[in-house]
């Protein structure tokens, strides 16, 4: 009688820790790809300020992204304002739940950042 409940407490807390951690892992990307998302535009808005070569700052934002893993999707520099905008994007890990269709978009995260060149405001 105990062993058939302990068995149940097992497999009802293995079913909720499997939920949890694949429904957590577009979120806990999301917040990790944030920060690379900052970290490129960072990266190329620098890049721009010291050298002014836009094909430089723009293989810069691909290096940076790249050493983090992740796909620059889209880059755009204003010369004249200086402000750089990156979108980023990374698939998150799933055992299951990124094979259902309707969820597949969830698991697809794209983060999208801007940043000023140094100096000015």
Known sequence: ????????????VGLVGFV????GSPLLLRAQLDGVAHD?????????FQSHNQEQARAAAQQEAD???????????DPQSGVVR??????AQSAL?????????????KISATSQKRGSQ
């Open 1 to 12: 009688m105990i062993t058939r409940w302990l068995v149940k407490i097992v497999v009802v």
């Open 20 to 23: 949890l951690i694949e429904a």
């Open 40 to 48: 490129v535009a960072d990266e190329v808005s620098g890049s721009y």
């Open 67 to 77: 050493n983090k893993h992740a796909f620059l999707v889209a880059y755009s520099l």
């Open 86 to 91: 990156v979108t980023v994007e990374k698939e």
């Open 97 to 109: 739940l990124k094979k259902v269709k309707r969820l597949r978009s969830w698991y697809d995260v």
